[in-house]
């Protein structure tokens, strides 16, 4: 009837006329990428903000929290400002100057409520208003006062005495636990871990290892079995939430907390239990423990939440690597199953509106009641789960360049500190952990992109120290100015880096003009490997002149294969002469510049250059490639290694 071309989104099945000219127009391509094209989806049919039926109010609610995470991961894949600004539009629509929050009622006690604290948490740490800092504030004391199970479990809302959902944990906790890392509450994470281990102890089936939708500690409710308090199905949904939740909120925890590891055995014995129930086309059933069960569904949202949980995991090294596997053949069902291109939008079919327990009319948990909720088109919970699923699976294939490496970021000699919005004195300026103009965190990202785990140093470099890593960066080392007391570079740091390379080593130095860092004793290293930085000026951009600062890129070049451009402004050159090799130069100065010591590599640039300012789309002008360029420079890097 019709050729297929490439990897078909739909299959026609057969039908009337009518119904296949409809289905032939969801006919195509497999697109580039499924997550930028749900977006295209997602801001086309939620332009401001989210409004759930034609006439309804539009309300602060978890809903549109899942969608802006998905776009949130997808900005940080692409560097594509559009995606930040969909994210601060629709909260700026429910953010007051004041801080308070449209429509939210703290004193509902609804733990749902909680969950857009997190894309309220990315605006504070990207732009610093106090706008945002007094909202996450708000919604942080909510969880000073919420209701709690005797054994201090969050109640899921007040009108929900004494029973943990699984959904909840979602809702809460990744918040909570980002806005601990934050502002270092660091007694937070023995609550945090305590929410995950009541859950599983009071809702997981000993037999299959599944956990059920809910637990009612006083046993009152009518869905409650009266000897357990549990509620009578596994709902998949109400898994994904809860696996979704323990992968965010891992991404928080502190390395040498012991809950860290109690979450993750969690996590192993979740994802042992949810794969045996995986169906052969990679789906999961509605009610995962009657697969099969006339009038029982594939469900979209459960399906993406489980495979991003599985791909995320393996991706932190939090699950085995054989779960990859689970991951991408669920997120193939997804495709073949729920997405349809429709009069040129994708969309996303199968996902239950809404199931929950109790309340009025009530819902009492029976097999019935399940499936008496409406399957609809493009649920945003469904839409957003799809989105996190499609970020973590199209990461998958780039995963392995730097799978096994680690990447250590100096703060010995970058070792500026400031002070927080709560009087910590916090490291800052070009870390990891810093959203803002000023730091590192899409840098890392994409080192994370590509397989390698980021870690910091705040020590000087030995043999010690660096034995694990594969690549070092110095960044703009500290002046006088900028620190009463710098740590400079000495002959032992730069003989012991310099052996370190020559061992197989990758070194990236990354300089700055000599009116803002510290170049006598940064040349110290340099010099090491054949090099100097020089105490001159270059691309000096008068406000918004943003072509002062521009290079083109030659086709074919070394280093970057996708940049047709990029951007560096107030820079200082090097003086490298052969062996040394200079890769890229401009007007007869050196630019970038390469040297080869025994099985090791150094790369220099004079400029800090790849912090968010001049990543994070916000800045730059679209046409400016600099985070295609840091894509290929890491890239470039990882390969290098030879340890």
């Not at 998905?70 to 600004?85: A, C, P, S």
């Not at 699950?319 to 199953?337: E, F, H, S, T, V």
């Not at 199968?350 to 409406?374: A, I, Q």
Request: aromatic content about 12%.
């Amino acid at each position: 009837m019709m050729k297929k071309i490439g990897f078909l989104l739909l299959t026609i099945a057969a039908g009337s006329m009518a119904m296949a000219q409809t289905m032939a127009k969801s006919i195509n391509v497999k697109p580039k990428s499924y997550a930028a094209e749900m977006a295209k989806t997602v801001m086309t049919i939620w332009k401001d903000s989210m409004s759930m039926a034609p006439g309804r109010p539009v309300r602060w609610s978890y809903d549109q929290g899942v969608v802006l995470k998905g776009i949130e991961g997808l900005w940080k894949n692409t560097g594509d400002v559009t995606y930040f600004n969909y994210i601060q539009k629709s909260m700026d629509h429910f953010v007051q100057e004041d801080g308070t929050i449209r429509t939210y009622k703290p004193d509902e006690y609804n733990i749902d409520h909680v969950l857009c604290g997190r894309n309220v948490l990315t605006l504070y740490k990207v732009t610093g208003k106090q706008k945002y800092l007094k909202a996450v504030n708000l919604l942080r004391s909510q969880l000073r006062s919420h209701p709690r199970t005797n054994e201090g479990g969050f109640w899921h809302k007040e009108v929900y005495p004494y029973q943990m959902w699984l959904d909840g944990l979602y809702m809460g906790q990744p918040f909570y636990a980002e806005y601990a890392a934050t502002f270092h509450e660091d007694t937070a994470f023995n609550d945090i871990t305590k929410q995950f281990v009541l859950m599983e102890r009071n809702s997981r089936d000993p037999k299959t290892g599944l956990l059920y939708h809910g637990y009612d500690e006083s046993r009152q409710q009518q869905w409650a079995d009266k000897t357990t308090g549990r509620s009578p199905h596994v709902w998949a949904r109400a898994l994904g939430w809860y696996g979704m939740a323990m992968v965010d909120a891992l991404e928080w925890f502190p390395v040498n907390h012991p809950g860290r590891d109690s979450i993750i055995a969690i996590l192993n014995r979740f994802a042992a239990a949810i794969t045996k129930v995986q169906d052969k086309n990679g789906l999961w059933w509605d009610i995962v423990d009657l697969p099969g069960k006339e009038k029982n569904y594939y469900e979209a949202s459960a399906s993406s939440m489980l495979v991003y949980t599985l791909a995320k995991g393996v991706r932190n090294g939090w699950l085995p690597q054989k779960y990859a596997a689970n991951a991408q053949k669920g997120y193939d069902g997804i495709i073949r199953q729920f997405i349809k291109v429709e009069n040129g939008q994708m969309n996303l079919h199968g996902t239950v509106s809404v199931s929950g327990l109790g309340g009025k009319p009530y819902r009492d948990g029976s097999f019935e009641y399940y499936m008496s909720e409406k399957v609809i088109v493009n649920d945003p919970k469904g839409v957003g789960a799809f989105l996190k699923a499609s970020n973590e699976i199209e990461m998958m294939p780039t995963m392995k360049l730097g799978a096994g490496k680690t990447v250590l970021l100096d703060h010995y000699f970058n070792g500026e500190t400031q002070k927080d919005a709560f009087g910590n004195n916090v490291p800052f300026h070009y870390i990891w952990e810093e959203m803002d103009n000023n730091g590192y965190s899409l840098f890392g990202h994409v080192f994370n992109k590509f397989g390698a785990k980021t870690k910091t140093l705040y020590e000087a470099p030995t043999a010690q120290n660096l034995k694990g890593a594969d690549l070092f960066i110095i960044v703009d080392p500290d002046t006088k100015k900028e620190k009463p007391d710098p740590k400079f570079i000495q002959e032992k740091d730069a003989d012991a880096l310099y052996n370190w390379v020559k061992a197989g080593g990758v070194l990236a130095l990354f300089a700055n003009d000599s009116s803002n860092t510290e170049l006598d004793h940064f040349n110290i290293l340099a010099k090491k490997f054949g090099f100097q930085f020089n105490k001159d000026f270059r691309n000096k951009v008068i406000n918004n002149d943003y072509p002062m600062g521009t290079f083109d890129v030659p086709a074919g070049h070394s280093i970057f294969k996708t940049a047709k451009n990029v951007h560096l402004k107030e820079i200082c050159t090097i003086n490298a002469k052969a062996p040394v090799q200079a890769v890229f130069t401009d007007k007869g100065d050196v630019i970038m510049a390469v040297s080869k010591v025994g099985k090791g590599t150094v790369f220099a640039v004079g400029d800090p250059w790849l912090y968010n300012e001049y990543t994070d789309g916000r800045k730059l002008p679209a046409k400016y490639e600099n985070y295609k360029a840091m894509e290929d420079l890491v890239q470039w890097l990882l390969k290098q290694s030879k340890k």
